[in-house]
């Protein structure tokens, strides 16, 4: 599955953005899909995941829990981000990728996923 993250951009401390992950390709709705991100001299980090039919969703407690909200539509070959009381450590850019693995959860499901172009979150203070 192709994919590709848009939606990035400039915000400032406290605001909000809504990252998209468009999908073409095989059927996106066979994917667990996640989140990652990679900050400037940084190492990839997953930020979250959710299953194939969007049921199940894990965040990473230190990143995202409380702020970030995954969700998927299917019918709109679509996944989304909504990142919500950002911070200048969440400037990164972030990436979306898919699995065929059951493990939505694992970051290491996606090592051998297929993989979006990213798209840069600057959070100003």
């Known amino acids: 599955v192709q994919l590709q993250a848009f939606g990035g951009g400039l915000v400032q401390t406290g605001g909000s953005l809504r990252l998209s992950c468009a999908a073409s390709?095989?059927?996106?709705?066979?994917?667990?899909l996640g989140w990652f991100r990679q900050a400037p001299g940084k190492e990839r980090e997953f930020v979250a995941g959710?299953?194939?039919?969007?049921?199940?969703?894990?965040y990473v407690d230190s990143v995202a829990k409380g702020r970030f909200t995954i969700s998927r539509d299917n019918a709109k070959n679509t996944a989304y981000l909504e990142m919500n009381r950002l911070r200048p450590e969440d400037t990164a850019v972030y990436y979306c990728?898919?699995?065929?693995?059951?493990?939505?959860?694992?970051?290491?499901?996606?090592?051998?996923?297929?993989w979006g172009q990213g798209t840069l979150v600057t959070v100003s203070s």
């Open positions: 390709g095989r059927a996106f709705s066979d994917y667990g």
């Open positions: 959710i299953s194939w039919g969007g049921v199940g969703r894990y």
């Open positions: 990728a898919a699995t065929h693995g059951a493990r939505y959860y694992s970051s290491a499901s996606y090592k051998d996923g297929d």
